[in-house]
């Protein structure tokens, strides 16, 4: 094991990737990388993260930060739980009057599961906790040619662990997973720990999956500088309070104003922009709705009209 992880950590000494938050000791910092890697890609991260640790530098400015205010600087990230989940995360660090040092406490902030608390607790504290994500489960499975249930995930993790570089090992076997050991080529001829893996990228290739195709309509109605808007339910399961365009369930045959497309997980959206009127919603100005809570696609499509 001591020669797994030194090579592991040699490899990562040489060949990690400069991103915003590597070498960061901020806890609060940390987190909010953390938080919103969880469901976007790094590229669309590292812009956005910086500019949201820009507008909130510490878990006191988070804290005093209005709802919609927070929403809106999350816009465009989906998932808009986890925003919510952070910014009551950071209200609870201001009531405690210090950040949770442990994997342990951690877990009790809104919003942070065993992986969030573990990679914190071990990238801003040295604490020596393995971290489990889809891509160390998916390093160790090839590594032991076995399959392993989630909790043999968590203790051959720990196993491995380098006690003394914990936050560096989480972080090399992560980037590892994400940039050596990937999900359908593997590739094992830059692998630092190859000699000491049972699978070696033998029969791991993989279809992708298939990705859904579907239509979306929108209407633009334009009033004295204002644009008409819809605030998504409260309680609806996909972005809650979040403000957007009226939809349009039904179109005359006319021409769209716009055509885009939009992607959401796992399906591809072709995005029709309609002219029209309305008063089924709430008139907003439109100088001032980048600051609103919008939707990614309404911003997308409001940004693209008015350039
Ligand atoms: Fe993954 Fe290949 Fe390295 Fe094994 S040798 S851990 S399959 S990259």
Redesign the pocket.
Known sequence: MRTFRRRLLRWFDREQRKLPWRGESDPYRILVSEIMLQQTRVAVVEERYKQFVAQFPTTTRLARAREQTVLAAWSGLGYYRRARNLHAAAKMVEKLCGFPRTADALRELPGIGRYTAAAVASIAFGEPVAVVDGNVK??LH??TGRELGEEDNWRIASQLLDRRSAGDFNQAMME??AM???PST???E?????????????G?AREKPARLKAELRYLLALNNGKVLLRQRSQTSSLMPGMWELPEMLETNGEKPLLRLKHSITTTDYAVMVYSGESNAGKWMPLRSVEKLALTGLSRKILRALTK
């Open positions: 998916r390093v090839r590594l590892l997973g050596v050991c990937l593997p590739l094992c830059r692998c630092p720990v190859a000699t000491m893996c049972v699978v070696q990228g033998a791991v």
